[in-house]
């Protein structure tokens, strides 16, 4: 119940393209739902996050859309960039105790 | 934004010895921060919560006495890795909270990669 589900693994999108990564959670207590961003032998970077009274927040050329009903929330990169290709991870908050709970990461891979 | 730094970034140990990395946030005060354990091309596992002026709080499995964790102050924390062997070899993480009760984020550091010989 405390996992974070995300797919895919691994992701190559032209540059351009829109690249989209999805999560899925099981527990109603989670209530926060931030992105980040990891370049390989560094610490993760904040994205964009969402509260789950929300649908969609954009910022820039990433949206994040949220679906309460069906547990999901997604990351949309619109216009991908070489200088996107990193590791994803999605995250999920527990509430009352802030622990983050992570998803498996996606690779991605803009080609130029 | 908010800082968060660690030390060392990297650091190689003979098995058997022990190793502090510090987590320092550099301009906010951090109540409670937090350490992570990443395996390579894998997710982050948190390992535990650091509160100050109190014991941390493990996970389920991590080893509190093999893992040793000291939040003395609100900008600093310390994991130290005690009596390390080969399988401890790993990137250890950091993330740090704002003490704000509308703060949502966690700020993680740079990371620190440990290698046991």
């Known amino acids: 119940q405390q996992q974070v589900k995300q797919s895919p693994q691994s992701l190559i999108v032209q540059k351009g393209g829109i690249s989209i990564i999805n999560c899925a959670y099981e527990?109603?207590?989670?209530?926060?739902f931030p992105w980040y961003q990891q370049f390989p032998g560094k610490g993760p970077a904040l994205l964009i996050a969402?509260?789950?009274?929300?649908s969609e927040k954009k910022e820039g050329r990433f949206t994040i859309s949220f679906n309460k009903s069906a547990k999901q929330f997604s990351l949309h990169i619109m216009d991908s960039q070489p200088g996107d290709s990193a590791t994803y991870f999605c995250a999920a908050r527990s509430s009352g105790t802030y622990k983050y709970i992570f998803g498996t990461g996606t690779r991605l891979k803009v080609l130029a | 934004g908010a800082v968060v730094s660690q030390h060392p970034s990297r650091v190689i140990c003979k098995s058997g010895t022990s190793v502090k990395i510090e987590c320092r946030s550099l301009?906010?005060?951090?109540?409670?921060m937090f350490w992570y354990r990443q395996f390579p091309k894998q997710s982050l596992m948190l390992m535990a919560t650091s509160n100050e002026g109190s014991k941390a709080t493990y996970e389920q499995g991590v080893e509190k006495d093999k893992f040793l964790i000291n939040h003395a102050s609100l900008t600093l924390s310390t994991l130290t890795v005690t009596s390390a062997h080969p399988e401890d070899s790993s990137f250890y993480i950091c993330?740090?909270?704002?003490?704000?009760?509308?703060?949502?984020?966690?700020?993680f550091g740079p990371g620190t990669r440990l290698t046991v010989l």
């Open positions: 993330s740090a909270r704002p003490p704000a009760v509308s703060t949502d984020t966690q700020y």
């Open positions: 301009d906010f005060q951090a109540t409670t």
């Open positions: 969402i509260r789950p009274d929300v």
């Open positions: 527990n109603t207590a989670f209530d926060y």
